[in-house]
T-cell receptor, first 114, second 112 residues
């Protein structure tokens, strides 16, 4: 069974530039999460999708971050414009259901903003 | 909002020692997850449990729903067990949605 795929693995940009990350969850998984993990900290939820609907985006900085999950399958997370404090690993995870499904994580996309 | 507390924050053990990491939470949950993250690596799900006890190899996870507490045990620890162990809970947040809340993690170092 293929795992959660993310790309790119690494990205270096200058502040005020834009960046996009892509995630393809495990086939059949209805729930998709984007997390931001700053070095030395636990993951912080940015947005949770159930199929193609947003369940929770309360911690997404909507002035610069956006995410979509068209057709309820893969998803993109965009940052525009990037700030220095956005340097982090962006993790995508999926589960079959939101209530108690086992979590599967991608390898993450490491962003460095200079 | 569920508060998830893990202890200890950091743990150093000698190879072969029995290790326990604890997790407590403040609000009733539908499931609890134990996750492992190696340095520079992705996160791997070790266990998902809502009651009782689960075992996989040298790893054992237990949960006490009444006390809102879970423990992760590692028997005969090995240097390759060195990683950050994260506890996360799934909580019903109303309107048919569920929230996942993470603890801050426990950094385990196993010395040969």
């Amino acid at each position: 069974e293929a795992g959660v795929a993310q790309s790119p693995r690494y990205k270096i940009i200058e502040k005020r530039q834009s960046v996009a990350f892509w995630c393809n969850p495990i086939s059949g998984h209805a729930t998709l999460y984007w997390y931001q993990q700053i070095l030395g900290q636990g993951p912080k939820l940015l947005i949770q999708f159930q199929n193609n609907g947003v369940v929770d985006d309360s911690q997404l900085p909507k002035d610069r971050f956006s995410a979509e999950r068209l057709k309820g399958v893969d998803s993109t997370l965009k940052i525009q414009p990037a700030k220095l404090e956005d340097s982090a690993v962006y993790l995508c995870a999926s589960s079959f259901g939101a209530w108690a499904g086992e979590l599967f994580f991608g390898e993450g996309s490491r962003l460095t903003v200079l | 909002k569920n508060e998830v507390e893990q202890s200890p924050q950091n743990l150093t053990a000698q190879e072969g020692e029995f290790i326990t990491i604890n997790c407590s939470y403040s609000v009733g949950i539908s499931a609890l997850h134990w996750l492992q993250q190696h340095p520079g690596g992705g996160i791997v799900s070790l266990f998902m449990l809502s009651s009782g006890k689960k075992k996989h190899g040298r790893l054992i996870a237990t949960i006490n729903i009444q006390e809102k507490h879970s423990s992760l045990h590692i028997t005969a620890s090995h240097p390759r067990d060195s990683a950050v162990y994260i506890c996360a809970v799934t909580t019903f947040s109303g309107a048919g949605s569920y929230q996942l809340t993470f603890g801050k993690g426990t950094k385990l170092s196993v010395i040969p």
